[in-house]
T-cell receptor, first 109, second 115 residues
C-alpha cells in the first residue's frame, strides 16, 4: 500500500521561510517529486529527489531521507503568489506516481 | 513544446450519456496518465499507459474506459457515470524511465459535471 502524508494547511508571512513536510511509506521508490498547484490550475513541477540530501533551486529547496521515508520542501522569501497547494508525489514501480494528501499554504502580509 | 492539451475544458453530461475526454502531447513521452481530482483533494491516480499499453489500473470502475490510440494521444471514454464522478480529470505524461528525473507534465484538466 501507499501512505503519503502532509500537513493539511499552513500559514506563513510574506518574506518568511516555510517548511512543508512529507512522510511516506510506499512499495517501491524511484524518486520523490514536489508539485505546486494553484486553484483551478494544473500541478506544475517544482523539484525532484532520488538520493538523500538537499536539492536547491532558487527560492525552493527539497530534502530527502530515504531511510526515514521523509522529505520536505523549503520555500524562502515567501511571496503572495506562493499561496497554493503543495503536493509531494512518490514514483513507485512501473511509473506509478502517487500524490500525498497535499498542503494548502496561505501567505499573509 | 512542453504542453499537454486536454479537451474539452468543461463537460456536463447526463447519467445515460456517453462522452470522451481527450489528451494530446508532442514531447515524445511514452508514459501517460489519467488522474481524478476532487475539490481540495490531491490528484488520485486512475490509469497509467506505458508504450501505449495499459500498465496500471487503480481498480477504476468499468464505466471509465481508457484508450491510447498512439504515442501522442490518450482518451478516457465515459459511460453511465454517477453524480459522484463529477471532478477535474487531469491527463499527464512523462518519459518512460524508471530512474532519473522523469517529472510528469499535466494538462489543464477537464472539469466534468454529471447531472
Amino acid at each position: 500500500g501507499q501512505n503519503i502524508d502532509q500537513p493539511t494547511e499552513m500559514t506563513a508571512t510574506e518574506g518568511a521561510i516555510v517548511q512543508i513536510n512529507c512522510t511516506y511509506q510506499t512499495s517501491g521508490f524511484n524518486g520523490l517529486f514536489w508539485y505546486q498547484q494553484h486553484a483551478g490550475e494544473a500541478p506544475t513541477f517544482l523539484s525532484y529527489n532520488v538520493l538523500d540530501g538537499l536539492e536547491e533551486k532558487g527560492r525552493f529547496s527539497s530534502f530527502l531521507s530515504r531511510s526515514k521515508g521523509y522529505s520536505y520542501l523549503l520555500l524562502k522569501e515567501l511571496q503572495m503568489k506562493d499561496s497554493a497547494s503543495y503536493l509531494c508525489a512518490v514514483k513507485g514501480g512501473g511509473n506509478k506516481l502517487t500524490f500525498g494528501t497535499g498542503t494548502q499554504l496561505k501567505v499573509e502580509l | 513544446d512542453t504542453e499537454v492539451t486536454q479537451t474539452p475544458k468543461h463537460l456536463v453530461m447526463g447519467m445515460t450519456n456517453k462522452k470522451s475526454l481527450k489528451c494530446e502531447q508532442h514531447m515524445g513521452h511514452r508514459a501517460m496518465y489519467w488522474y481524478k481530482q476532487k475539490a481540495k483533494k490531491p490528484p488520485e491516480l486512475m490509469f497509467v499507459y506505458s508504450y501505449e499499453k495499459l500498465s496500471i489500473n487503480e481498480s477504476v470502475p468499468s464505466r471509465f474506459s481508457p484508450e491510447c490510440p498512439n504515442s501522442s494521444l490518450l482518451n478516457l471514454h465515459l459511460h453511465a457515470l454517477q453524480p459522484e464522478d463529477s471532478a477535474l480529470y487531469l491527463c499527464a505524461s512523462s518519459q518512460e524511465r524508471t530512474r532519473g528525473r522523469t517529472e510528469a507534465f499535466f494538462g489543464q484538466g477537464t472539469r466534468l459535471t454529471v447531472v
